[in-house]
């Protein structure tokens, strides 16, 4: 059974930003980003095999393809929790 959205959208999607009320919201101002702590889980040290195919194209995106690889398994944890 497929729930049906309260959300009207076509009204949303006519809104210009100066429309919304943002007054429950605190700006974000410097201090804030100077002081928030950001929690991430460990990473550790591990050894992959990888086919060369892959490897090679993810170091071709550029650097940090470990990260990439970071990324794509976290994505693929969290769409199969």
Same mark, same amino acid.
């Given at each position: 059974m497929k729930k049906?959205? !309260? #959300?009207?959208?076509? $009204?949303l999607q006519s809104m210009q930003d100066k429309d919304i009320d943002t007054s429950d919201i605190p700006e974000?101002?410097?201090q804030f980003f100077? #002081?928030?702590e950001l929690h991430l889980p460990p990473k550790k040290p591990i050894t992959i095999r990888i086919d060369a195919d892959v490897l090679e194209w993810l !170091? /071709?995106?550029g $650097? /940090?393809?470990q990260s990439?690889?970071?990324?794509l398994l976290r994505s693929y944890m969290e769409a199969n929790q």
């Amino acid at each position: 059974m497929k729930k049906s959205s !309260k #959300t009207e959208w076509k $009204k949303l999607q006519s809104m210009q930003d100066k429309d919304i009320d943002t007054s429950d919201i605190p700006e974000l101002d410097e201090q804030f980003f100077q #002081t928030a702590e950001l929690h991430l889980p460990p990473k550790k040290p591990i050894t992959i095999r990888i086919d060369a195919d892959v490897l090679e194209w993810l !170091k /071709g995106q550029g $650097k /940090g393809y470990q990260s990439r690889i970071n990324k794509l398994l976290r994505s693929y944890m969290e769409a199969n929790q």
